[in-house]
Structure formats: structure tokens, C-alpha cells
């Protein structure tokens, strides 16, 4: 099985910037589909974004289409998410997951279709 660790998160002021990564360990990346997802206190986890095994396609949430982008390199076996022109909604936990390919039954945007997750990193967005 594949071990997440996410870094790069921390406190910054509404507009600015930040570049999480998630380095994997134990298997290579590039056997998974990656996403990010969000979880602030007292609502459920949500889908950010989500990057194919080769990185030639994304899709993200609506709510941080233009302003987020999700990446990897596979030779480093990381994923990355840039994410510009935050705001106070973008605060919460930020975990990245991989998708296996095995439940496939359930749609690529829910946390139940992937297998592995990382700890979290914690995103403030100060107003």
C-alpha cells in the first residue's frame, strides 16, 4: 500500500498563496489517481480536485476552479496544489487520497472512492 504525507500548509492573508504537497512512499505514484480534499470544522469532507495517473487530466470543484491547480510528478512520486487568490471559505483541513481503480462503483468526487489518505495539513485563511 501507498503512505501519504501532506505539507505546506499554514496561515496566510486573504488573496495570497500557497503549494501543498503530498509525497508517497511505499508504492510508486503513479499506480493511482490522486485527489484533494477539504474538511473545515463541523462540515463534511469535500472534493478539491482530482489529477489522472499520468497527470494529462484534472478536474476540480467548482468553488476553486481558476484559483487552484492540482499537478504531480511522478519521477518524484509527489502531487502538488497550488492555490492562489485565497479566501477565508478556503480554511480547513487539506488531504490528499490515491484511487486505486478498485471502487470504481463510486464517484470520483466522494472521499468513499479512494483507498489511501494522508494525515491532513491545515490551510488558515486570514481576512
Known amino acids: 500500500q501507498v503512505q501519504l504525507v501532506e505539507s505546506g500548509g499554514g496561515l496566510v492573508q486573504a488573496g495570497g498563496s500557497l503549494r501543498l504537497s503530498c509525497a508517497a512512499s511505499?508504492?510508486?505514484?503513479?499506480?493511482?489517481?490522486m485527489g484533494w480534499f477539504r474538511q473545515a470544522p463541523g462540515k463534511a469532507r469535500e472534493f478539491v480536485a482530482r489529477i489522472s495517473r499520468s497527470g494529462s487530466s484534472t478536474y476540480y470543484a467548482d468553488s476553486v476552479k481558476g484559483r487552484f491547480t492540482i499537478s504531480r510528478d511522478n519521477a518524484k512520486n509527489t502531487v502538488y496544489l497550488q492555490m492562489n487568490s485565497l479566501n477565508p471559505e478556503d480554511t480547513a483541513e487539506y488531504y490528499c487520497?490515491?484511487?486505486?481503480?478498485?471502487?470504481?462503483?463510486?464517484?470520483?468526487?466522494?472521499?468513499?472512492?479512494?483507498?489511501?489518505w494522508g494525515q491532513g495539513t491545515q490551510v488558515t485563511v486570514s481576512s
Open positions: 487520497a490515491a484511487d486505486a481503480g478498485v471502487k470504481v462503483s463510486k464517484v470520483s468526487t466522494t472521499p468513499d472512492r479512494y483507498d489511501y
Open positions: 511505499g508504492r510508486t505514484l503513479s499506480l493511482y489517481t
